[in-house]
């Protein structure tokens, strides 16, 4: 069972634009969730946290946005640059701390 | 950079034969952790340490088995390699007490293919 999915395996954006990448979950006890990057041929390197107590998180250009009630989460890159094409995971931790990750959006933005 | 190396970097090998993965942090950090990445599924853990010679199993183990005989290093051992193990395999690392601001950090990858 997949407790953490993201159904958009990809998303297309122009230049300046805004991208929104979207993450759903099944396990309401998550404490908090974080967002990964992940160029090619390199590590996945953290982005941006949000805790299940909040709402919102800014970072610079990157906001989350978290409704607990849908078991949703957004990752909003305001404004979209070449050098964000990449693959977004997002990600929440089991028990013991293990991350569990969804199944990725590969990000293109387009000049 | 991050203080976690992986190696190799790439590696072919073909069915049936052993393979180990290696994994090197200096950073003394408690947690580590396998991964393999693949299309459709994103990452998923193979197996997990929390010290030395305590490790246990993540959601993908089988045919795989690991071993932490020092805090620095935890190594991927593909007992007999199959061809739906030709993945992309990350380490990563971890001080929990940092996991709710911080995450994972992780090696760049090992690249193996089994033909």
């Known amino acids: 069972d997949q407790q953490v999915k993201q159904n958009s395996p990809s998303l297309s954006v122009q230049e300046g634009r805004i991208s929104i990448l979207n993450c759903d979950y099944t396990n309401s006890m998550f404490d908090y969730f974080l967002w990964y990057k992940k160029y090619p041929a390199e590590g996945p390197t953290f982005l941006i946290s949000?805790?299940?107590?909040?709402d919102k998180n800014e970072d610079g250009r990157f906001t989350v946005f978290l409704n607990k009630s849908a078991k949703h989460l957004s990752l909003h890159i305001v404004p979209s640059q070449p050098g964000d094409s990449a693959v977004y995971f997002c990600a929440a931790p089991t028990q013991g701390g293990k991350l569990i990750f969804g199944q990725g959006t590969e990000l293109s933005v387009k000049p | 950079d991050a203080g976690i190396t992986q190696s190799p970097r790439h590696k072919v090998t073909e069915t049936g034969t052993p393979v180990t993965l290696r994994c090197h942090q200096t950073?003394?950090?408690?947690?580590m952790y396998w991964y393999r990445q693949d299309p459709g599924h994103g990452l998923r853990l193979i197996h997990y340490s929390y010290g030395v010679k305590d490790t246990d199993k993540g959601e993908v183990s089988d045919g795989y088995s690991v071993s932490r005989s020092k805090t620095e290093d935890f190594l991927l051992t593909l007992e007999s390699a199959t061809s739906s193990q030709t993945s992309v395999y990350f380490c990563?690392?971890?001080?929990?007490?940092?996991?709710?601001?911080?995450?994972?950090?992780f090696g760049s990858g090992t690249r193996l293919t089994v033909v």
């Open positions: 950073e003394n950090h408690r947690y």
């Open positions: 949000i805790s299940s107590i909040k």
């Open positions: 990563a690392i971890a001080a929990q007490d940092s996991l709710a601001n911080y995450g994972y950090t």
